[in-house]
């Protein structure tokens, strides 16, 4: 089997959701001596990527991607000994939900599809408050935080969190998502960008980030 | 000229698809504010634990809004609750929500039993607050509304919704056993609620919204428990779904709901276009208009609304807790003088 053919397998057990054949194929790519680093860049991610763009055409939905990131994680896991160095990181990014809200599974969703872009994600979870973000942007100096908030309640904390970040780093780009809010309630607030779905979210941190 | 229906009547004849004087601004979602608990002196979280203060929040919509119903609960967890879900309690301007599930593994299934309405938890808590209810709105001719989460809902609630989903690949049979489960539930609680004075049921089901599950799910998934609730009842059901849910409006319609509750992404024309037997309901922006918007800005929403085809009048979702009286009385005192 040709390296590509290992690829484009990995790529295809990612995209079906087959965990079988991503763990399968991730033992084959080693016993083969392949690259890690190239077999998830080129491989599983390439898959995560093109489950995200059905997502985002509607083609897929939130089920499909769920098991789509879990063939792709655990091929991961299978893989992670054989990185020969620290692979290279897109960025970083801070992803929370904000206080009082625990509705997680869109920045979740967010999470997956940042690092399948090859993204460094400091996952901070739900119901984390002001300090807890600041305290991340100190520890893990990102380029973006994120944050998220499904309820209408909890989404009027969203401004404090903006003042903080920008008090510590004025650089960082801060981008908002979740049912409850809108772009013109991040234009109010003077977020740096807005989106409605994950594809979209990791599409506009790309351009904030200028990859 | 048609006589001046009361609220009750109103709302009534409009599910039932009969002809009414005028559009409704009965609320089938969570209706109280900050404003509403200062006047009635029953706070968040107090008010979702005492039936009294429960009760007089509700009222509070009426006499400080206008608002044509009374509703309870003010929260989406009293069903998970019942189940043995730990529950955060919230604080006045935030909704209690479920801390953890309780069916992280799939044995638990076997443990669980349908609770009984009238002495699991917040339950009774809820019944009564109706009980208390419609002695008022009988005086005022004010229809009594009660929430009831749905089935897919309850289901992520109680499993995670994530793991949830996940099941709807790794093992589709247990998956359909919890919608079964939860589906009874649904049904033992809503036919509660109608014995203690709910004359309309609003199930709402956000985890069956086809952002999430898409439209092949919802009609082979969620649809069919929604359709044996409405089923089940002898009062007529408000079916609230969140998201852009033009894909599902047909099947939403089909089911049996009579009144469909539609959120602010969905175009009212377009939903109008598709659903000829059953009311919309909908669906002013409850963030950018209701709760940030002036009173100017409100009543344009609210007429473009009428002008699409809503059959009642309201938020496209429950309103935010902090929107101003001012901005809900001026959707209302528009509709009344229709």
């Known amino acids: ?211 | 000229m048609m006589p001046e229906l009361s609220s009750r009547e109103r709302l009534l004849a409009i599910l039932d698809g009969e002809p009414a004087d005028r559009p409704s601004c009965a609320c089938p979602l969570q209706t109280a504010t900050l404003e509403m608990m200062g006047r009635s002196g029953a706070h968040w979280p107090d008010a979702h634990y005492d039936a009294k203060k429960m009760a007089d929040l509700a009222y509070a919509a009426w006499k400080c809004a206008d608002i044509e119903s009374v509703r309870v609960p003010f929260c989406l967890t009293v069903e998970a609750e019942a189940l043995g879900c730990s529950i955060h309690s919230g604080a006045d301007t935030s909704q209690p929500s479920v801390e953890r599930p309780v069916l992280a593994d799939k044995d638990a299934l076997d443990s669980l039993s349908v609770p009984d309405p009238s002495k699991t938890g917040r339950m009774p808590v809820v019944a009564t607050a109706l009980g208390l209810l419609s002695e008022r709105a009988d005086r005022l001719g004010l229809p009594v509304i009660g929430g009831v989460v749905g089935p897919f809902t309850l289901a992520g609630q109680i499993r995670g919704i994530e793991t949830l989903l996940i099941d709807s690949f790794d093992d589709y049979d247990f998956l359909e056993r919890v919608l079964a489960f939860t589906t009874d539930v649904c049904i033992a609680y809503s036919r509660h609620l109608v014995a203690n004075g709910a004359e309309v049921i609003t199930l709402i089901d956000p985890s069956a919204t086809t952002e999430l599950i898409g439209p092949e799910m919802f009609a082979s998934l969620a649809g069919p428990q929604l359709h044996a609730i409405i089923d089940s009842l002898d009062v007529p059901v408000v079916l609230h779904i969140c998201g852009d849910t033009t894909e599902i409006l047909d099947d939403m319609q089909r089911i049996g709901a009579k009144g469909i509750s539609i959120d602010h992404l969905v175009d009212m024309a377009v939903a109008r276009e598709k659903v000829r037997s059953a009311a919309l309901v909908g669906n002013i922006n409850p963030i950018d208009t209701l709760l940030f918007g002036d009173a100017r800005r409100v009543v344009d929403e609210a007429r473009s609304c009428i002008e699409k085809g809503a059959d009642i009048l309201a938020p496209g979702c429950g309103i935010s807790p902090k929107t101003p009286l001012d901005n809900i009385r001026a959707y209302t005192s528009y509709a009344h003088g229709l």
Request: glycine content about 10%; overall charge negative; some cysteine.
């Open chain 1, 1 to 211: 089997m040709k390296k590509e053919d290992v690829y484009k397998k990995l790529t295809d057990a990612v995209v079906s959701g087959d965990e079988k054949l991503s763990t399968a194929t991730a033992h084959d790519a080693i016993s083969m001596e392949l690259d890690a680093y190239e077999c998830i860049q080129q491989g599983l991610n390439k898959g995560m990527q093109i489950v995200s763009d059905l997502y985002e055409q509607r083609k897929v939905f939130v089920p499909q991607i769920l098991r789509s990131a879990r063939a792709m994680n655990m091929a991961v896991e299978i893989l992670k000994p054989h990185l020969e160095v620290d692979s290279k990181s897109s960025g970083t990014v801070v992803l929370g939900v904000v206080e009082g809200d625990i509705h997680d599974i869109g920045k979740n969703l967010v999470k997956l599809l940042c690092e399948a872009a090859g993204y460094t994600v400091v996952d901070l979870g739900k119901s984390v408050t002001k300090d807890a973000f600041v305290a991340s942007i100190k520890e893990s100096s990102p380029q973006v935080v994120g944050m998220s908030s499904l309820m209408t309640t909890s989404m009027v904390g969203m401004p404090d969190v903006i003042a903080a970040v920008r008090e510590v780093d004025g650089n960082i780009k801060i981008i908002i998502g979740g049912g409850a809010v809108s772009q013109s309630y991040a234009d109010t607030i003077g977020a740096d960008g807005y989106a409605d779905d994950a594809a979209k979210a990791v599409k506009l941190i790309g351009k904030l980030v200028g990859a």
